[in-house]
């Protein structure tokens, strides 16, 4: 390994210009261990600062899941059913960010866990995990153009609300197209939003629960001891929620393909995944807890085909406020366009990796003059586009196929990633490069096994509600049709292309690894800890 430092490696930010934006030729690119091998992201412009990292993770998680997912889980499977699904997908995300996190700061590229799988695996295993993973985020898309239909019912039917997504879908894509930094800094404040109203939602439902909303009324757990509850619809019920929860928790993963375009990746990576996950779990348990014990499952509307209401919007209604409920609704409008800028995000820098990598048509890779991939954000907004425009069968449904499809679509992206660091770490003790980590999964070997075990069971058992009490053909599709294709993508490129499974010694750890240059890591004492500390609360 080199240990010439002083130039700066690739993606190194020193007085305030980013080595890894281009300055020529991709070649001249530095390689881990001084082998000239390009490194693939820095087409891209290294532009997203920490501050910007650690808000686009919670951007990613806190979206239409959270505001709108919880009453439809809620009303299905009762409060105990909708606390335990989230506390074990939130732990089994946690332990898949532990394992991304490990391999994304080590080498960070733009198609993150599906570029790993490629290399670390099978290259048709990486095929078929990107483009399913690409079109999870032009459907998650698509699902937050419907949910700001179902948003909009709350003040009013007459609006068409085709339109408002329409007007937000053109905003959606200018946003992407641009530079990278106005999504950036877009993504920043809707999601500093976000944060400050679901702590100002925990400080107004433990006061409603207290007796402080119209009635005057402790309300305590009644609505724990309501005829049917904790437990709603027994097994069926319990199981249903854990494609809505994954649903929910879906995004968290795809901070990672940020890496491609963060400064100091093998800093900023590792402080994403150990700091903002464990107040995204925080939020989303807390936040739980709180709509278990004020909403009843029965609440009127709460899962009707037509019109959501967000359990959120019901307690900020419950304080006795007038204007409560519009406000809080009207966060919600924003928190929508959050999440979908963040997928339409992702899913465009997947199809600029299948591209660069041949696994689609290379016009895809194009980059514009501020090393945006134009034609991927184009063409990744005109196929949500294309979902949204389905609403006609009637948006609350089809908020709900696309959920199930959505949540269905993140658990297999666990699997691999599971799959996949279970093989990197393999192979770097084979090579003996483990020491060259810049930050370590300490639940390894354990977590990814879990991970990936419990995700298949997932998989399997949460279309209960399909086969029981009579079978549902529409809703069989949405929860396995994931399935099939991605067996078909799979097999379909592995015949095609011939492809083998990576031998563990030959598998590539040199290839756009990223060297962290000292000069950064020597800052210390207060100044340090206050700058960290910053960089938590904001």
């Known amino acids: ?133 690409w079109f999870n985020d032009a459907v998650s898309t698509a699902a937050d153009l419907v949910a700001l239909q179902l948003i909009l019912q709350y003040w009013t039917d007459n609006f068409p609300g085709w339109a408002l997504s329409l007007i937000f879908w053109v905003v959606l894509i200018g946003i992407n197209i641009i530079t990278v930094r106005a999504y950036g ?32 009324h402790y309300i305590g757990g009644e609505n724990w001891r309501l005829p049917g509850a904790p437990f709603v619809d027994g097994i069926g019920g319990f199981a249903s929620v854990f494609v809505t929860a994954s649903f929910a928790y879906g995004g968290t993963e795809s901070i990672a393909i940020t890496a491609g375009e963060t400064k100091n990746p093998a800093k900023n990576i590792p402080r994403v995944v150990k700091n903002v996950f464990w107040r995204i779990l925080l939020f989303y348990v807390i936040s739980i807890i709180i709509i278990g014990l004020n909403v009843p499952y029965n609440y009127p509307n709460l899962d009707a085909k037509e019109t959501r209401t967000s359990p959120f919007t019901i307690v900020f209604q419950m304080t006795g406020a007038h204007a409560a409920g519009s406000v809080i609704n009207a966060v919600i409008l924003t928190s929508v366009l959050s999440a979908g800028n963040h997928a339409l995000f992702a899913g465009t ?7 660069v990598e041949g696994h689609a048509p290379s016009f895809f890779s194009k980059l514009n003059r501020n090393q945006v991939p134009w034609v991927a954000v184009l063409f990744t907004g005109f196929v949500s586009g294309l979902c ?79 086969f029981s009490p009579t079978f549902d053909g529409v809703s069989f599709v949405s929860f396995y049709i994931e399935l099939p294709v991605m067996l078909v993508m799979y097999l379909g490129w592995k015949l095609v292309k011939k492809t083998k499974i990576v031998g563990l010694a030959e598998m590539d750890l040199d290839t756009d690894t990223y060297v962290v240059g000292q000069e950064k890591d020597e800052e210390k004492g207060w100044k340090r800890k206050a700058k960290d500390a910053l960089v938590w609360v904001f």
């Open 1 to 133: 390994m080199s240990n010439d430092r002083t130039a700066g490696p690739p993606g190194y930010e020193e007085d305030g210009k980013a080595y890894g934006d281009v300055d020529g030729p991709p070649s001249e690119a530095r390689g881990h261990e001084g082998l000239g091998h390009p490194i693939q992201s820095d087409l891209l412009n290294r532009a997203l600062s920490a501050r910007q990292v650690q808000m686009i993770a919670i951007g990613g998680t806190i979206g239409t899941g959270l505001f709108l997912g919880t009453g439809r889980s809620l009303a299905t499977g009762g409060p105990a059913s909708i606390l335990i699904a989230y506390i074990i997908v939130g732990a089994i995300v946690f332990v898949t960010m532990l394992s991304l996190g490990e391999m994304a700061a080590f080498i960070p590229v733009a198609g993150s866990f599906c570029t790993f799988a490629g290399r670390f695996v099978d290259d048709a295993f990486g095929f078929a995990l990107t483009w399913n993973y």
């Open 388 to 466: 949204f425009g389905a609403s006609f069968i009637g948006a609350g449904q089809l908020w709900t196929w696309l959920q199930n499809i959505v949540g269905v679509s993140n658990q297999l992206s666990w699997i691999a990633i599971g799959i996949t660091s279970l093989r990197f770490r393999a192979a770097l003790e084979l090579q003996g490069k483990t020491h060259l980590l810049p930050f370590r999964n300490w639940t390894y070997p354990v977590g990814p096994y879990l991970c990936v075990i419990l995700n298949c069971v997932l998989v399997l058992i949460q279309g209960w509600s399909c």
């Open 185 to 216: 800094e877009v993504e920043y404040w809707l999601s500093l939003l976000k944060v400050i109203t679901i702590i100002v939602f925990i400080i107004m439902g433990i006061a409603v629960n207290c007796g402080g909303n119209i009635d005057h």
């Open 349 to 355: 820098r997947l199809l600029y990796t299948l591209g």
